[in-house]
């Protein structure tokens, strides 16, 4: 059974940090691509970042390039997203997925296995 669970979020201030962690279970973590995802209530999901299998092809959002940064530790079937300046816009749930594409659309589409979401809220 594949489990993706995440951590890490939480309530803070605009301009704060927050790293958000994703671990699974269940499936070969290193054979697939990983993504973050967010959405906001009454939103469409959209992509945030992905990182290729080997951590070589990263991805981000134009609304979270040179803010955020994704990365994966395959010997702990984990993965991160270091979020700094983080602006009130950025308040949505934020998911991590398993999938088999990553790319510059950031499609969820691509990805099979998701994880329940954690809250992140930026107050102004």
């Known amino acids: 059974q594949v489990q993706v669970v995440e951590s890490g979020g939480g309530l803070v201030q605009a301009g704060g940090s927050l790293r958000l962690s994703c671990t699974t279970s269940?499936?070969?973590?290193?054979?697939?691509?990983m993504g973050w995802f967010r959405q906001a209530p009454g939103k469409e999901r959209e992509g945030v970042s992905c990182?290729?299998?080997?951590?070589?092809?990263?991805n981000y959002a134009d609304s979270v390039k040179g803010r955020f940064t994704i990365r994966r530790d395959n010997t702990k079937n984990t993965l991160y997203l270091q979020m700094n300046s983080l602006k009130p816009e950025d308040t949505s749930m934020y998911y991590c997925?398993?999938?088999?594409?990553?790319?510059?659309?950031?499609?969820?589409?691509?990805?099979?296995?998701w994880g329940q979401g954690t809250q992140v809220t930026v107050s102004s």
């Open positions: 997925a398993a999938g088999f594409y990553c790319d510059g659309y950031l499609a969820p589409r691509n990805y099979n296995y």
């Open positions: 269940g499936l070969n973590f290193d054979g697939y691509v």
């Open positions: 990182i290729s299998q080997s951590g070589f092809t990263l």
